[in-house]
């Protein structure tokens, strides 16, 4: 009897259905990171290592070493003295910070060349630069200056997730996109509806395969329902606030987002003024045209 | 793995003294002839061999790793782990003694390391023991590879199938549902409409202007508009129910849970939108217009969901026929719903008669009224179905409706023409002629005269002995037409009939100029002429009509010895009807014995 009910339930068989993860293992391409960034990571992993180390590492690539720099003595950190080598750069904006820059820098310059017929990619690009730039305001302002960078790179890959969608399955993502247009649903809930993952749980999970930081993955994953993160639910908060923000949407009042968020809608009016002055500069640096 | 391959293979030794680790390279490069044996002098150094020089660079390879455990425990299991997740192969090399024994060994295996070498070893059993390490690491390294490259396979897979799933259950212009997506959710629905008591509605919406566009605008203009109005369904239709394109112009919205009035509302909303649509074309504008059928998913109600479907569909096209743009809920009772399901049921007969030959003929006497004698019969068709026979009043509609009447028109002149070839002609006798019924649409059939033409060379019939009937108002309706078909079919040598002369009520006028040879008084007239004077009447002033256009009379429906007597006298020409004679399968020349004076026929009433 136990013998049938074995086999029984082994041919009940029924393929697991379609994960994040799938989206992300097909694309090796795609979902690899250069060695660099991995080697940065590994250096700052490493105890005792400082600046000098991480210098090193970021100069073998001198593009890189540029961006950082043009970064760095951009009105996004709005520093006195100009910065001309990358260790001091690296001391100034510190070592975390450093690793979640470099990171984005690299994701950007991954995919910012990407062709797609889905949607405009500088509408694209500049909703997510917007997006980065009110999360780390909002950080700022809630007096998380230690975690502003990070936010900023949460926020300028919120929708990285989309990206593979578009490009594995274009035809479920276009269904969204007129789901989003014709019946009004945000797109993170059309694409639940229709895939069963939004890009958000496919940003987490390729910021999992990259061994980004479990604070970014979950920045990511829960970005718009800061409720459920267990890590760090207020950034997840104040990120909900800057995507809805991005995205033109109101948070309604009553929401979870602002309790969480600790802040007014009227400081989320004032960042947002302030990120549209520096949106032009530091997509420059990014590479970015918007 | 050639032997050549496996001395190829990278092998470093990480040991701290030098000359331990170069009697060893040297014996591996000597003896084992292994080609690229390097040495590093710590940790760091080994990190420092596996980096590549340049971020973007592929990491060096490196196939095994001769540990030296001169570090501290703790440390010799992590290098392991680093270098295995590398893909680098490690052999453990320690001092013989009481260390790496049991399960100090077994973690040190679980690090990834394949072998533990104890000094002193004999030269003699490094080499072979080293090639095994070097084999196990290929097999590693393969059994690795493939095991990703499944993952990605099944990776890949999923998403496939995420996207063929979505291909097979959605339209690809419009994006939305398509029908065998319907057709699932339909049997879903009425389950539940039916166990938990949800009512709901299918709505079947067909554009009207479609066709004008598509035809006159090219397909482009036709599939941007389909686009439109798979817009308009999308945001008019919650995302809960489920809007559906059927095929071309047709379209579907299934609403669950949703109570008869909502439906009958919703659609109406969608009529409504529809109809404001405008529809920039190249040529021009287009206002659209949509017809709607609805039929009600009651719980009470057991249906399939073919039925259902078909339903909403019938309801559509009585909302079609009944003027377009406009809502119409589904009701058995519609007349157009039961013309739909005759035709539903006749079609398939009539296709199958058709390519079988279940059709038959039946012949019915037409008897001459001055003497009786009977040289002409009415071959009349009939559908034989399961031994049951079939008048044409009951299909013949059908066939009209759903354009079949051409093929029975072309069936009943080739059988009636086989048939008059194959009767014995004798010499002394009258040839025997029949009439052949055309239907209304006969004029519009391109091959009937080719087909008679040809029939007749064929046979080597005299075109004398065919007469065409057509009913007077058919012949009315479309007069210049049916003048032209009678014009060639007399051209030929064939008479022609008016048919149920009298009950159009038409004016005689148009019988100067029409070319027939016979006009048929239609049968109602005769039935009831002995009672009522009026029909008597009637019948008198036809014949007089006929004769002074020198055209002949044939009565109908005489059915019985008073009425043939009296149209008789009246002067008709010709007799029909049951006391003459039934329609029967057989042409039986006779001289009526009904029909040989008013005695016989008095003795012979029984026939």
């Known amino acids: 009897m136990s013998y049938l009910h074995a086999s029984d339930s082994s041919f009940n068989f029924a393929p697991p259905p379609l994960s994040p993860r799938d989206l992300v293992r097909g694309e090796i391409t795609l979902s690899s990171l250069p060695a660099l960034y991995h080697e940065l990571n590994r250096v700052l992993e490493t105890p005792g290592n400082d600046a000098q180390d991480a210098a090193q590492v970021i100069e073998r690539d001198p593009a890189l070493a540029a961006r950082l720099l043009a970064l760095t003595n951009s009105a996004y950190f709005g520093?006195?003295?100009?910065?001309?080598?990358?260790?001091?750069?690296?001391?100034?904006?510190?070592?975390?910070?450093?690793?979640?820059?470099?990171?984005?820098?690299?994701?950007?310059?991954?995919?910012?060349?990407?062709?797609?017929?889905?949607?405009?990619?500088?509408?694209?690009?500049?909703?997510?630069m917007v997006c980065a730039l009110v999360a780390r305001g909002l950080s700022l302002k809630a007096g998380r200056a230690s975690t502003a960078g990070r936010l900023f790179s949460a926020g300028l890959l919120h929708r990285v997730g989309d990206l593979l969608i578009f490009r594995r399955l274009p035809e479920l993502a276009h269904q969204a996109f007129l789901r989003r247009r014709d019946n009004g649903f945000p797109l993170w809930e059309?694409?639940?509806?229709?895939?069963?993952?939004?890009?958000?749980?496919?940003?987490?999970?390729?910021?999992?395969?990259?061994?980004?930081?479990?604070?970014?993955?979950?920045?990511?994953?829960?970005?718009?329902?800061p409720a459920k993160a267990k890590i760090c639910q207020r950034h997840c908060a104040l990120l909900c606030l800057a995507v809805n923000a991005a995205h033109g949407r109101d948070v309604p009042l009553g929401d979870a987002s602002w309790r969480l968020a600790e802040v007014s809608p009227q400081v989320l009016a004032g960042v947002r003024v302030e990120s549209d002055r520096q949106v032009a500069e530091v997509a420059r640096v990014y590479g970015i045209s918007c | 793995m050639t032997l050549d391959q496996l001395c190829a293979m990278e092998i470093?030794?990480?040991?701290?003294?030098?000359?331990?680790?170069?009697?060893?390279?040297?014996?591996?490069?000597?003896?084992?002839?292994?080609?690229?044996?390097?040495?590093?002098?710590?940790?760091?150094?080994?990190?420092?061999?596996?980096?590549p020089a340049s971020p973007f660079d592929p990491p060096t390879p490196l196939q095994l790793a001769l540990l030296s455990d001169s570090f501290a425990m703790g440390d010799v299991l992590s290098v392991c782990r680093m270098l295995d997740e590398k893909g680098t192969t490690s052999v453990l090399m320690a001092d013989e003694g009481e260390t790496w024994r049991g399960v100090e060994a077994s973690r040190v295996f679980d690090a990834g390391a394949v072998d533990i070498l104890f000094r002193p070893w004999s030269d003699s059993e490094v080499v072979p023991r080293i090639s095994l390490a070097l084999r196990v690491h290929q097999e590693r390294m393969t059994r690795r590879q493939r095991e990703v490259r499944l993952e990605e396979e099944l990776a890949e897979r999923r998403v496939m199938e995420a996207r063929l799933k979505y291909r097979v259950g959605h339209?690809?212009?419009?994006?939305?549902?398509?029908?065998?997506?319907?057709?699932?959710?339909?049997?879903?629905?009425?389950?539940?409409?039916?166990?938990?008591?949800?009512?709901g509605a299918l709505l079947y919406l067909d554009i009207d202007q479609f066709k004008l566009v598509n035809d006159t605008e090219g397909h482009e203009s036709g599939d941007k508009l389909l686009s439109g109005v798979a817009g308009i369904l999308r945001r008019r239709v919650q995302p809960r129910h489920l809007a559906v394109r059927i095929g071309s112009d047709e379209f579907a919205v299934l609403l669950e849970n949703t109570s008869s009035t909502v439906a009958l509302q919703l659609a109406e909303d969608l009529r409504e939108a529809l109809h404001d649509y405008r529809f920039e074309g190249r040529l021009g504008c287009y206002n659209l217009g949509a017809s709607i059928g609805v039929a009600l998913l009651l719980p009470s109600e057991k249906l399939e969901a073919g039925e259902l479907l078909s339903r909403a569909d019938q309801a559509c096209h009585v909302a079609k026929k009944r003027g377009r743009n406009r809502v119409h809920c589904y009701d058995a009772a519609d007349p157009e719903v039961v013309g739909l399901k005759r035709d539903a049921t006749w079609v398939p007969m009539l296709r199958e008669a058709l390519r079988n030959g279940s059709f038959t003929l039946e012949f019915q006497p037409i008897v001459r009224a001055r003497d009786g004698a009977c040289s002409h019969y009415e071959a009349l068709i009939r559908l034989v179905e399961n031994g049951e026979m079939h008048a044409p009043g009951e299909f013949i509609p059908s066939a009209e409706?759903?354009?079949?009447?051409?093929?029975?028109?072309?069936?009943?002149?080739?059988?009636?023409?086989?048939?008059?070839?194959?009767?014995?002609?004798?010499?002394?006798?009258?040839?025997?002629?029949?009439?052949?019924?055309?239907s209304a649409y006969a004029f519009r059939n391109p091959v009937l005269m080719p087909l008679l033409e040809r029939k007749l060379e064929m046979t080597g019939i005299s075109p004398r002995r065919l007469m065409f009937e057509i009913t007077e108002t058919a012949a009315?309706?479309?007069?210049?037409?049916?003048?032209?078909?009678?014009?060639?079919?007399?051209?030929?040598?064939?008479?022609?009939?008016?048919?149920?002369?009298?009950?159009?009520?038409?004016?005689?006028?148009?019988?100067?100029?029409?070319?027939?040879?016979?006009?048929?008084?239609?049968?109602?007239?005769?039935?009831?002429?002995?009672?009522?004077?009026?029909?008597?009447?009637?019948?008198?002033?036809?014949?007089?009509?006929?004769?002074?256009?020198?055209?002949?009379?044939?009565?109908?429906?005489?059915?019985?010895?008073?009425?043939?007597?009296?149209?008789?006298?009246?002067?008709?020409?010709?007799?029909?009807?049951?006391?003459?004679?039934?329609?029967?399968?057989?042409?039986?020349?006779?001289?009526?014995?009904?029909?040989?004076?008013?005695?016989?026929?008095?003795?012979?009433?029984?026939?």
Request: proline residues 3%; negative net charge.
């Open chain 1, 79 to 128: 520093l006195v003295r100009r910065v001309d080598t990358v260790a001091h750069a690296i001391t100034l904006i510190g070592l975390q910070e450093l690793r979640t820059l470099v990171l984005t820098m690299v994701v950007v310059e991954k995919f910012k060349g990407l062709p797609n017929d889905l949607e405009d990619m500088t509408s694209f690009w500049r909703q997510s």
């Open chain 1, 190 to 225: 059309a694409e639940q509806q229709l895939l069963g993952l939004d890009y958000g749980v496919v940003g987490a999970a390729l910021a999992e395969f990259w061994r980004f930081p479990p604070e970014l993955v979950e920045l990511l994953a829960f970005q718009q329902q």
């Open chain 2, 12 to 51: 470093c030794v990480v040991d701290e003294d030098p000359i331990r680790a170069e009697r060893l390279s040297s014996l591996l490069r000597d003896k084992g002839g292994f080609r690229s044996v390097s040495w590093v002098d710590s940790q760091e150094s080994l990190k420092q061999r596996l980096t």
């Open chain 2, 171 to 199: 339209d690809e212009l419009t994006g939305l549902a398509n029908r065998g997506r319907l057709e699932g959710v339909l049997e879903l629905a009425l389950i539940k409409a039916q166990n938990f008591n949800r009512p």
């Open chain 2, 401 to 438: 409706r759903m354009g079949l009447i051409h093929q029975v028109d072309l069936w009943v002149v080739e059988a009636a023409v086989d048939r008059l070839a194959t009767i014995h002609q004798v010499d002394d006798q009258e040839p025997i002629c029949m009439s052949i019924n055309l």
């Open chain 2, 476 to 607: 009315v309706t479309q007069l210049e037409q049916t003048r032209e078909l009678v014009e060639r079919m007399r051209t030929l040598g064939c008479r022609f009939a008016l048919d149920d002369f009298g009950s159009g009520f038409a004016t005689f006028n148009y019988l100067k100029h029409f070319p027939v040879d016979v006009l048929k008084i239609d049968g109602t007239f005769v039935v009831n002429m002995l009672k009522n004077p009026t029909d008597e009447l009637l019948v008198r002033s036809m014949v007089n009509v006929a004769h002074s256009l020198d055209k002949k009379v044939i009565a109908e429906f005489v059915e019985d010895e008073a009425t043939a007597v009296r149209l008789r006298e009246i002067g008709v020409d010709y007799l029909q009807g049951f006391y003459l004679g039934r329609p029967q399968s057989q042409i039986k020349p006779m001289h009526s014995p009904a029909f040989s004076g008013v005695a016989a026929a008095a003795a012979g009433t029984g026939s």
